[in-house]
C-alpha cells in the first residue's frame, strides 16, 4: 500500500505557498502583503524550511517556496526573479530588522509612550550598543562550525560498502578527511578566532556610525527590547507579534513598506502568472 500524503489538501486552496521561518514572519509579511493569492506556513526553522520545500517541489508542487532569514550567510535577492530560486534568502539578517523603522513606529496605533520617531531612532541605537561583542561571538562560532562541517562526508549508498575495507574508504578517502580536516587545526587555532573576533568587532562598532546595524545586526533582539518602551500599557497577550502586526500596518498605510518585501512579493507571484 503505498503512502498517503496531506500536501495535495494543503495546497490547493492558493495560488502560491510560501514556507517561513517562524510565526513573527508569517505575521509581518501577512499584513504589509494583504495578499489573499499568497499563503503563508510557518516551517519552524530554516533547516525545516529547506526541507520541506524540497519535498514539496520533488511532489510537483511547483508554486511552492521557502522564505528565510540571511543570518550570517548570503542574501540571493539577485536571483528571486529566476524560476531556480526556490527558497528566497533576505537581505537583512531576520525579517525584525525590517521592521526597525522608527517612523511607523512613532505612528503605530499602539505608541502609547508617545515616543517621536527621533526618540525612537535614539532607543534603537542605544540598545543595538550593547550587542558588538555578542554578534562577534556569534559570527565566530558560526565560522567555527562551518570549517568544521563544510563538505563534511556523507553516507555511502547502500550497495558500496560491503567489507570494512570498503567502510574504511568511504570514510578515508573521502574530501572531508583528505582535504577539509588536515586544516581544521590552523582554522580554528586560538589565535585566529581572537583575530576574528576583533575583526567583526571591528566591524559591527564601525556599524552603530553609520546605521547599517539595522540590516546587520540581530533584528529580533532589538524588537524583542523595544516593544515595552514603546507599547507601555495595556499589552496585548500577544505583544510582540502584536506590535509586529501594529509597524507593519503602520507601513502599509505611509507607504513605508521595505522595498525588500515588495520585491519578493512579486518574485512569488511572477512564476503563476499573477501581476506584481
Known sequence: MSATSDLPTLYKTKKVYVWVEDEETRTYLGEVWQDPEIGLLVAGGHTNLHAVVTSSRKDGFAHVFGFRDRDFGRSNRATWQTQETQVMTSEVFEIENLLLDS???????????SKTAVQITAELTQLAGGLPWWMSCRHAITEIRTAVT??????????????QAEAETAIFASHWWTTVLPTLGASTAQPLVQASLQQHHAAYSAMLGDGQWRTHFSGKEVLRDVVTRIWTKKHS??????????????????????????????????????PP
Do not use: W, Y
Not at 150 to 163: E, I, L, N, W, Y
Not at 249 to 262: F, L
Open 103 to 113: 517612523e511607523a513606529m512613532a505612528v503605530c496605533d499602539v505608541n502609547t509612550s
Open 150 to 163: 563544510d563538505q563534511f562526508t556523507g553516507h555511502p549508498k547502500r550497495g558500496a560498502v560491503k567489507t
Open 237 to 274: 497577550t500577544r505583544l510582540l507579534l502584536d506590535f509586529i502586526q501594529a509597524v507593519g500596518r503602520a507601513q502599509r498605510s505611509s507607504s513605508r513598506i521595505p522595498a525588500e518585501v515588495t520585491e519578493l512579493r512579486a518574485a512569488l507571484r511572477a512564476p503563476v502568472g499573477l
